[in-house]
């Protein structure tokens, strides 16, 4: 049983336009969200958070939204660059059972951004 | 650079054999989380330790433990290994408190 869900395997993308990835959970203890980078033979790069307290994030091209009644959360990159071509993961966590804040990751999106 | 290292970076076994994985966290991170990850899977909570503590374990079967050293250092061992063992084995780390993990270049180990 999958909690943290993308359901688009890949997406492409124009340089200069917004790329906008999707990621949905079923767990609403899940009080913490993350999105991921990875690039082939390396590990996933931290990108940004969200805490449920708060509903959008930005940091630079890249904002997160969450919308917790729709167990929603979004990463938007504006304006897309081909250096942002990579495999995105969204990923999950918290403080319930004995979770001690391991993250729950989704399979991931594989974005393209042609020049 | 995330500042995490793993050791070996490849590893090529057979099946039934036993391996070693190293983690090295950044440097004050206490928490050490190690995840799989396989070709149909996405990636796969292992178990964490804090300060040399077990403080959760994920879907890690039991041929599989772990360990984490004084000087915090981390080993995942993995024994009686089966072909489906293969995957990439991430280590990553995190400060206390903190929800952010800091990802090594992970393991690639291939079981023939």
């Known amino acids: 049983d999958q909690q943290v869900k993308q359901n688009s395997p890949s997406l492409s993308v124009q340089e200069g336009r917004i790329s906008i990835l999707n990621c949905d959970y079923t767990n609403s203890m899940f009080d913490y969200f993350l999105w991921y980078k990875k690039y082939p033979a390396e590990g996933p790069t931290f990108l940004i958070s969200?805490?449920?307290?708060?509903d959008k994030n930005e940091d630079g091209r890249f904002t997160v939204f969450l919308n917790k009644s729709a167990k929603h959360l979004s990463l938007h990159i504006v304006p897309s660059q081909p250096g942002d071509s990579a495999v995105y993961f969204c990923a999950a966590s918290g403080n319930y059972g004995g979770s001690q804040g391991n993250l729950i990751f989704g399979k991931g999106t594989k974005l393209s951004v042609k020049p | 650079d995330s500042g995490v290292t793993q050791t070996p970076k490849h590893l090529i076994t057979a099946t039934g054999q036993r391996v070693t994985l190293r983690c090295s966290p950044r440097?004050?991170?206490?928490?050490v989380y190690w995840y799989q990850q396989s070709l149909d899977q996405g990636l796969q909570f292992l178990i964490h330790?804090?300060?040399?503590?077990?403080?959760a374990k994920g879907n890690i079967l039991e041929r599989f433990s772990a360990q984490q050293f004084p000087d915090l250092h981390s080993e995942l061992n993995l024994s009686s290994l089966e072909l489906g063992d293969s995957a990439l084995y991430f280590c990553?780390?995190?400060?206390?408190?903190?929800?952010?993990?800091?990802f090594g270049p992970g393991t690639r180990l291939t079981v023939l």
């Open positions: 330790y804090y300060n040399g503590e077990e403080r």
């Open positions: 440097s004050g991170d206490l928490s």
């Open positions: 990553a780390s995190s400060v206390q408190g903190y929800n952010e993990q800091f």
């Open positions: 969200i805490s449920s307290i708060k």
